[in-house]
Each structure stands twice: as structure tokens, then as C-alpha cells.
């Protein structure tokens, strides 16, 4: 069964680093996601992106972040400056719409950011 | 409040115990999706109940959905240790393309 995967599992930055967060959607899909959970709190929306464009982003989601579908299976997400309370799991999540309507997304394992 | 609150934020019950997790929302719904997440691990995608149902069923899993009410429930019957994980409903509001997750409820099976 095709599934997200995203690499690293778990990635260590210090404070002021750029990092990239890689993801491989499920291949067919079209709509593709960040969201993240910081360590006991509830999942959190970043980004959709659809077309090779953001369609929506939650306030989280400031000029720190970016997103890129770099080729046709790739999907990564940028933070430029990290600080440390973006110490968090990320998870990337993939969808596809049906003709029936509603549709599910998919989630990824998840990368562990810390930053130290 | 927010969008999506389970309750109980904890449940631990006997194996061969069905459970029951309960998910209400505020605002109008494209649909609702319950999640599993095993400690530390990624979100397994559970069912999809459309805005229009009222129940779905999927191997021992059974969603209601009252949208009158706004809320929802998750019933796994006849639960077993592998079961245990934390819970998340999560809604698809009208217009938009993003999940909003509630907090979750921890599910705990006891041999």
C-alpha cells in the first residue's frame, strides 16, 4: 500500500540554522501538507499546497517557513532561522481529491525537529 | 472552546472491552476523520465520516456523526492491547483545506 515517507526521522539543529524537512507524497496525490505537533500539545495545520502553489496557511506559517515541490515527488518545507520553540514533530500529509467528494489525507511517519 | 475536543482526554479499560471516544466541534463541517498515534509515531487514518452520514462502520470500528449536536463518536468494540494509542478526531470545514485536530483522547488497553 503506497504510504508518505519523510526524511529525517529525526533531525538536531542549533538556534539560527536553516533546516529542510523532506517528504515524499503518495504518488497519484495532489494536494499536499505540513502540520506539526509540539511534544504533548494537539496537531497543528501549517500549510496546503495544491497546483505548485500555497492554497491556504495558518498564522504559524510566517516568512521563517517555506514550502517546495523542487520535482515530481518531492515536497520539503524550509525554516530559515529555527528557534526553539519550532522544536516540534513535523508531518507532511498528502490527498487526493475523489469524485465522490470528500477525501482523506495520509500522513507521514514525521521528522522530530530540535532545536537546541 | 475550540474546534475539536475529544473526551475523555484518557480511557483505560480491560481488553475485550469495547471504548468509546467522543469528538465535538464548533463550526460547520465538510466532513470529520479519526486518527490513531502510537507514542511518538506518525498519524494512522482511522475513517472518514461525511457531513451528510450519520454512521460508518469499518471492521470494529463504528464513527457516528450528529451534526445537530456537532459531535462525534468513535466506538472500538471488542478492543485489544495493540489498540492502545491516543485518539484524534480531526474536522474539514467548509471551504477549506486544512484538518483542525483536537487534543485526543489516550487510550490505554489492559491485558
Known amino acids: 500500500e503506497p504510504e508518505v515517507t519523510q526524511t529525517p526521522s529525526h533531525q538536531v539543529t542549533q538556534m539560527g540554522q536553516e533546516v529542510i524537512l523532506r517528504c515524499v507524497p503518495i504518488?497519484?496525490?495532489?494536494?499536499f501538507y505540513w502540520y506539526r505537533q509540539i511534544l504533548g500539545q494537539k496537531v497543528e495545520f501549517l500549510v496546503s499546497?495544491?497546483?505548485?502553489?500555497?492554497?491556504?496557511k495558518s498564522e504559524i506559517f510566517d516568512d521563517q517557513f517555506s514550502v517546495e515541490r523542487p520535482d515530481g515527488s518531492n515536497f520539503t518545507l524550509k525554516i530559515r532561522s529555527t528557534k526553539l520553540e519550532d522544536s516540534a514533530m513535523y508531518f507532511c500529509?498528502?490527498?487526493?481529491?475523489?469524485?465522490?467528494?470528500?477525501?482523506?489525507?495520509?500522513f507521514g511517519p514525521g521528522t522530530r525537529l530540535t532545536v537546541t | 472552546s475550540q474546534q475539536g475536543e475529544e473526551d475523555p482526554q484518557a480511557l483505560s479499560i480491560q481488553e475485550g472491552e469495547n471504548a468509546t471516544m467522543n469528538c465535538s466541534y464548533k463550526?460547520?463541517?465538510?466532513?470529520l476523520q479519526w486518527y490513531r498515534q502510537n507514542s511518538g509515531r506518525g498519524l494512522v487514518h482511522l475513517i472518514l465520516?461525511?457531513?451528510?452520514?450519520r454512521e460508518k462502520h469499518s471492521g470494529r470500528l463504528r464513527v457516528t456523526l450528529d451534526t445537530s449536536k456537532k459531535s462525534s463518536s468513535l466506538l472500538i468494540t471488542a478492543s485489544r492491547a495493540a489498540d492502545t494509542a491516543s485518539y484524534f478526531c480531526?474536522?474539514?470545514?467548509?471551504?477549506?483545506?486544512?484538518?483542525?485536530f483536537g487534543q485526543g483522547t489516550r487510550l490505554t488497553i489492559n491485558p
Open positions: 500529509a498528502s490527498g487526493t481529491p475523489r469524485a465522490s467528494g470528500p477525501y482523506e489525507q495520509y
Open positions: 504518488s497519484n496525490h495532489l494536494y
Open positions: 499546497f495544491y497546483n505548485n502553489e500555497i492554497s491556504e
Open positions: 463550526t460547520s463541517i465538510n466532513n
Open positions: 465520516i461525511r457531513s451528510n452520514e
Open positions: 480531526a474536522t474539514r470545514i467548509q471551504g477549506a483545506q486544512k484538518l483542525v
